[in-house]
């Protein structure tokens, strides 16, 4: 158990529909990392939060956003969503600011669009 | 970019024997991590590698690290089945995004 938790487990969606996935870093954790894990594939990275700002993003298009609140808790927005956008979303929290430390991986929201 | 490729990419073995995974990097970098994914599941992190040269060891699981090279190896020892996974290595820039591998899936057969 790493303490880092995730909501919902599952969830089905249908194209052009928007989604809010969330996270729950362990206390005292200050960086949260969102990854989208396709079947096959390791986790691409989306971005990263560092006390509530944007702290690197990857190549993932403005549909994609986050927020991260005072509580260490986070959001992954997906408006628009594609087909192609069904995967394992993981969120993976640590606790200093440069991303460098060993990340904690939450189990995983799988997302299915249709 | 920072490339992260693994190999290989499937790995059948039998209990008992010997096998190295091997991560090679396109850019320096002085973090690389190996983790675990059980089929459905999430990331496990196994090991932290600092600097040229690190080697740990858990269990059956040793991971070595040369960044001359930008080289990686994970070598497992007398295999047994409860370490049938997809193992991953990934790589943190300044930045603190991290690059994975492919992933290589890992069956150990009795």
């Known amino acids: 158990e790493t303490g880092v938790t995730q909501s919902p487990t599952h969830l089905i969606k249908t194209r052009g529909q928007q989604v809010t996935l969330r996270c729950s870093s362990q206390?005292?954790?200050?960086?949260v990392s969102w990854y989208q894990q396709a079947l096959g594939q390791g986790p691409q990275f989306i971005f990263q939060?560092?006390?509530?700002?944007?702290?690197g993003r990857g190549n993932f298009p403005p549909r994609f956003s986050g927020l991260q609140f005072p509580n260490y808790s986070s959001e992954l927005n997906v408006n628009a969503l594609e087909l192609d956008d069904s995967a394992l979303y993981l969120c993976?929290?640590?606790?200093?600011?440069?991303?460098?430390?060993?990340?904690?991986f939450g189990p995983g929201t799988r997302l299915t669009v249709l | 970019e920072l490339k992260v490729e693994q190999n290989p990419l499937f790995l059948s073995m039998q209990e008992g024997k010997n096998y190295t995974i091997y991560c090679n990097y396109s850019t320096t970098s002085d973090r690389l991590y190996w983790y675990r994914q059980d089929p459905g599941k999430s990331l496990e992190s196994l090991f932290v590698l600092l600097s040229n040269g690190a080697v740990k060891q858990e269990g059956r699981l040793m991971a070595s690290l040369d960044t001359k090279a930008r080289l990686s190896t994970l070598h497992i020892t007398a295999a047994v089945h409860d370490l049938s996974a997809t193992y991953f290595c990934?790589?943190?820039?300044?930045?603190?995004?991290?690059?994975f591998g492919d992933g290589t899936t890992l069956t150990v057969k009795p």
């Open positions: 990934a790589l943190n820039t300044n930045a603190g995004k991290s690059t």
């Open positions: 939060y560092y006390r509530e700002e944007e702290n």
């Open positions: 993976a929290s640590s606790p200093d600011g440069g991303g460098t430390d060993t990340q904690y």
């Open positions: 206390s005292g954790h200050n960086t």
